[in-house]
């Protein structure tokens, strides 16, 4: 690698070679202050244009400045494999392409990998922006915010085209800060996780076939106005996480196959290169594109502020193609690691959080314990068997039973989150209400049921648009939520009930704060499944939730159950409530605990249980009561210092 001297104007200044040393070696976080179009002053206004095309022999930048190509601008090199070149009197939003001349000299127009923004699809020029003049006012949020790992944090998932539309049309930006941000602080979540915003041309893929890996979508706005949905959203106490694919881009010819008639980013063997998906997957094992892939990300966290990084398909990092039998990738595990030490050294309070299908092991661990440094990880044994089990007749459940005790038997492994995301509602999955056993009116009483025990179940949350007003539709990226359902009273019941559920999570620190704390969750009765009801306690210093979850259409009047301290047991919430359209079959009056021994408790309180009925008991501890020293024990006194005695004062007759 060597600088070329011979650049005239506007040259690359001294401290960018230390971004082109390290892109090389793969430890780069910062390649977009150096490639891509950067709008500069000096030594006059222009933009820098800089690439890295290893296999190119000559590169233009063309553009509606140009002519697209009749004066065209051939750019330098100032590696030998990086171009560069300074366009004087350049001005933002202007359009360009590169024209590559390959090596068996044919040439082709290719979009900048490294574009800040882009034309809508179907066209794939991309655009002159500069993003660093957008006033930011979220100082206090960036200082306070954190990894959440004993805070509240409840995760609203979200694609930005369809959870609302205007005229059906996609909302713009601006209009998703007016309107998602309010909404998901009125339903108690803590997050927005908004779907891949990476440019792509094929609305179906939801994001997850990426054409733009630094460019922000021109579909609903420009990168400003983006920075302003974030900046309000945290300035409204939200935070945002967004979604990234580290694994595979899409084969369109603009994008970055092939890039300069090469695989540059993708693997040289076709069986490598080739993913499930249609799609190309990137060659982890080279250094530069570790560094391309680990600057995207950087890029999503230093230029727009935001707060945790959903990585998609890990178990496609860690091994070949996905597939456990053709073995561990070292390659790609080297580059996660690599990743995420950096990430989290950058960008401390970001998390960073894995959509991991496999068993493979230290998924959360530290990057010094040869983990792969993951923040948290989704629970999708927890989904997978919970779901199953709901969808049961609640005569076979008792043969299934574990199904939901399993996941506390590998809780602590990882820091779980438990996700109930847009992947269970699509390709004929049916949404989640509808997965539910029975008739209309059992499969609400159902979903209300899942979800107290989702958000009493140790573990952060996640929720897809839609969850939370009990939708029958699958998701269609074509179409926005079935917000009419709201006007019909069960669908406005049980989005009222998702909503109490969400913000009694939030208010008790016992339920939403420790989850990674063994001593916080005990099961109570683990073992009834020929009753199908299951009992467990979250506490805290100064409360006790006791959860009982009834699995069948069986109510209960007396329904004995134990219980860790004496105290009067006020039910805190019953999914049966009438105003969740339940039957209201509950406990009108504090229990008060008796002396009777059960399911290994001291004491025990007699409950009404309704069908299907999810329920929260809470009793506070009592303090230890303040003896006096007469009633200390003899032992205890012995303890005690005595109390020395003040010499007398005695009178000096001789003074006298």
């Known amino acids: 690698m060597f600088l070329m001297p011979f650049l005239k104007r506007g040259e690359i200044p001294l401290n960018k070679t230390k971004i082109i040393e390290s892109y090389h070696q793969g430890h780069c976080l910062n390649a977009y202050e150096l490639f891509g179009a950067h709008l500069t002053h000096e030594p006059e206004p222009g933009v820098r244009f800089t690439v890295w095309a290893p296999g190119a022999k000559n590169i233009q930048v063309i553009g509606d400045f140009n002519g697209w190509g009749e004066k065209p601008v051939w750019m330098g090199k100032l590696t030998s494999s990086i171009f560069s070149v300074f366009v004087p009197g350049l001005k933002e939003w202007s359009l360009y392409r590169y024209r590559i001349e390959c090596q068996d000299g044919l040439w082709q127009d290719k979009s900048d990998p490294v574009a800040f923004y882009s034309e809508v699809r179907p066209k794939n020029n991309s655009i002159v922006v500069d993003l660093d003049d957008f006033a930011w006012t979220d100082k206090k949020w960036m200082a306070g915010r954190s990894k959440n790992f004993d805070r509240p944090l409840s995760i609203y998932e979200v694609h930005a085209g369809s959870w609302r539309t205007k005229d059906g049309k996609w909302l713009t930006y601006d209009e998703l800060a007016e309107q998602l941000i309010p909404y998901v602080k009125e339903k108690g979540f803590t997050h927005i996780e908004l779907m891949p915003l990476n440019e792509h041309p094929f609305d179906g893929s939801w994001g997850y076939q990426v054409s ?141 959080i894995a959509e991991d299908s496999s068993d493979f092991p230290k998924v959360t661990a530290s990057t010094y314990e040869l983990g792969l440094g993951f923040d948290y990880k989704w629970d999708l044994g927890w989904m997978n068997d919970t779901l199953k089990y709901y969808e049961l007749d609640p005569i076979f459940r008792k043969y299934n039973h574990n199904k939901l005790t399993f996941s506390m038997a590998y809780f602590y492994s990882e ?231 003040r010499p007398e004062k005695t009178q000096d007759k001789t003074a006298k």
């Open 212 to 352: 733009g890996y630094y460019s922000c979508t021109s579909r609903y706005g420009d990168p400003k106005r983006f920075m302003h949905l974030v900046n309000q959203a945290h300035r409204s106490g939200i935070g945002v996480i967004m979604d990234v694919v580290p694994v595979h881009f899409v084969k369109d010819n603009h994008g970055l196959r092939y890039f300069d008639g090469t695989p540059v980013y993708e693997y040289p063997r076709t069986e490598d290169a080739f993913s499930e998906w249609g799609t190309m997957n990137f060659d982890l094992w080279k250094e530069e594109v570790r560094s391309f892939l680990m600057s995207s990300v950087a890029f999503w966290c230093d230029k727009y502020h935001v707060d945790g990084i959903r990585m998609d398909a890990i178990s496609n990092v860690i091994y070949w193609g996905g597939n456990r039998n053709r073995g561990v990738n070292e390659g790609g595990l080297a580059f996660v690691r690599r990743m995420n030490y950096y990430l989290s050294q950058r960008f401390p309070q970001v998390m960073l």
């Open 415 to 645: 820091r779980f989150l438990l996700p109930l995301s847009h992947d269970e509602v699509v390709h004929g999955k049916k949404t989640i209400v509808d997965k539910m056993w029975g008739d209309y009116d059992q499969k609400f009483a159902q979903a209300k049921n899942l979800y107290l025990y989702m958000f009493t179940h140790p573990g952060k949350k996640l929720n897809f648009m839609g969850n939370e007003i009990g939708m029958f539709r699958e998701f269609d990226e074509k179409r926005e939520n079935d917000w009419f359902l709201l006007g019909y009273s069960r669908h406005a019941a049980f989005a009222r009930c998702f909503e109490d559920i969400s913000k009694m999570w939030k208010y008790y620190p016992a339920l939403s704060c420790w989850d990674y704390d063994p001593t916080n969750f005990r099961w109570i009765d683990a073992d009834n499944g020929d009753q199908s009801i299951y009992s467990y306690l979250r506490e805290d210093a100064k409360n006790v939730f006791v959860v009982i979850l009834n699995m069948t259409p069986v109510s209960y009047e007396n329904f004995r159950l134990g219980v860790p301290v004496s105290g009067r047991y006020l039910e805190l919430f019953n999914t049966e409530k009438d105003i969740y359209e339940g039957c209201n079959m509950l406990n009108y009056e504090p229990v008060k605990s008796e002396k009777v021994p059960a399911h290994h408790q001291p004491y025990s309180i007699s409950l009404r249980i309704a069908p299907f009925a999810g329920i929260v008991m809470q009793v506070k501890k009592r303090k230890p009561p303040v003896r006096k020293a007469a009633e200390k024990t003899e032992t205890e006194q012995k303890k005690m210092p005595k109390k020395r005695k």
